[in-house]
């Protein structure tokens, strides 16, 4: 420790010295004289952030305030559809608008991108699936039904390159000959859990150009082969998936140095 670090705590002692003899003299009521000060100062947060280079030109300038004013009106209609979805006595019916669902993801999107972990709950978007079923401690999953694909839209991270990541389980193991999980042209790397026959992961690796007109990826799952579990469950079923995983690539890959 030098002699600038003690200078930096002797500082903070005497603030904190002051602020306690003063305790006892400071008022409970709410200045707002002060509190005046706070929206001048956040604007002026704002405008400095905001700033155009002096060297556009007009065309340009143009461009760069409409591109902002239009992200404005988007989350201020995005908020309006939110508040709209409100239901005290069905909080789930929020769910049921993917614009809704939509302001939720890119408000998560620009306060973090932390690796996120799903069931197949309510918060997934999806078609071609028997009705969720709870198990355990209340994780959701689904089973795919017989059809062209059965799809899921899972929250991704905005535009940065990630996996995907899909736990799951079939019935039998030859339905893994005829199984496919893509997005686009991009196909998941699909194998067995510790010497399993019928627990899967499957990896899909999105690049962030490919993840920027949503904040959902759209992820197609086929089957060739669909199966009776039992002869008292009249149902044909594919795989069923019960949690997604998604977390960036410079994750994936300091975690394959480290190990």
């Given at each position: 420790?030098?002699?600038?670090?003690?200078?930096?705590?002797?500082?903070?002692?005497?603030?904190?010295?002051?602020?306690?003899?003063?305790?006892?003299?400071?008022?409970?009521?709410?200045?707002?004289?002060?509190?005046a000060?706070?929206?001048?100062?956040?604007?002026?947060?704002?405008?400095?952030?905001?700033?155009?280079?002096?060297?556009?030109?007009p065309?340009?300038?143009?461009?760069?305030?409409?591109?902002?004013?239009?992200?404005v009106?988007?989350q201020?209609?995005?908020?309006?559809?939110?508040?709209?979805?409100?239901d005290?006595?069905?909080?789930?019916?929020?769910?049921?608008?993917?614009?809704?669902?939509?302001?939720?993801?890119?408000?998560i999107?620009?306060?973090?991108?932390?690796?996120?972990?799903?069931?197949?709950?309510?918060?997934?978007?999806?078609?071609g699936?028997?009705?969720?079923?709870?198990?355990?401690?209340?994780?959701?999953?689904?089973?795919m039904?017989?059809?062209?694909a059965?799809?899921?839209?899972?929250?991704?991270?905005?535009?940065?390159?990630?996996?995907?990541?899909?736990?799951g389980?079939?019935?039998?193991?030859?339905?893994?000959?005829g199984?496919?999980?893509?997005?686009?042209?991009?196909?998941?790397?699909?194998?067995?859990?510790?010497?399993?026959?019928?627990?899967?992961?499957?990896?899909?690796?999105?690049?962030?150009?490919?993840?920027?007109?949503?904040?959902?990826?759209?992820?197609?799952?086929?089957?060739?082969?669909?199966?009776?579990?039992?002869?008292?469950?009249?149902?044909?079923?594919?795989?069923?998936?019960?949690?997604?995983?998604?977390?960036?690539?410079?994750?994936?890959?300091?975690?394959?140095?480290?190990?």
């Open positions: 420790m030098n002699d600038d670090d003690l200078v930096k705590i002797a500082e903070q002692v005497s603030l904190l010295m002051q602020l306690d003899r003063t305790r006892p003299k400071l008022g409970k009521e709410i200045d707002m004289n002060v509190l000060n706070v929206p001048a100062y956040v604007a002026s947060v704002f405008e400095e952030a905001n700033a155009l280079n002096e060297d556009l030109s065309a340009e300038i143009y461009e760069q305030i409409n591109k902002r004013v239009s992200q009106q988007a201020l209609y995005l908020m309006r559809l939110e508040f709209e979805s409100r005290a006595r069905d909080p789930a019916r929020i769910y049921e608008d993917p614009l809704v669902i939509a302001a939720y993801g890119e408000r999107d620009t306060m973090v991108k932390a690796p996120r972990t799903f069931s197949f709950g309510p918060e997934i978007i999806a078609y699936w028997f009705p969720l079923e709870r198990v355990g401690s209340g994780q959701a999953r689904r089973w039904r017989p059809g062209d059965s799809v899921a839209c899972v929250p991704h991270l905005g535009t940065v390159d990630q996996v995907i990541e899909i736990h389980d079939l019935l039998k193991n030859e339905q893994l000959a199984f496919e999980i893509r997005v686009g042209d991009t196909r998941a790397d699909i194998t067995l859990v510790n010497g399993s026959k019928t627990q899967f992961v499957a990896k899909l690796t999105m690049k962030a150009d490919a993840l920027t007109t949503s904040n959902y990826t759209a992820i197609e799952f086929r089957m060739e082969k669909f199966m009776r579990p039992s002869e008292a469950d009249p149902r044909w079923l594919g795989a069923y998936v019960g949690k997604f995983k998604v977390y960036a690539l410079s994750e994936a890959a300091a975690e394959g140095k480290a190990g």
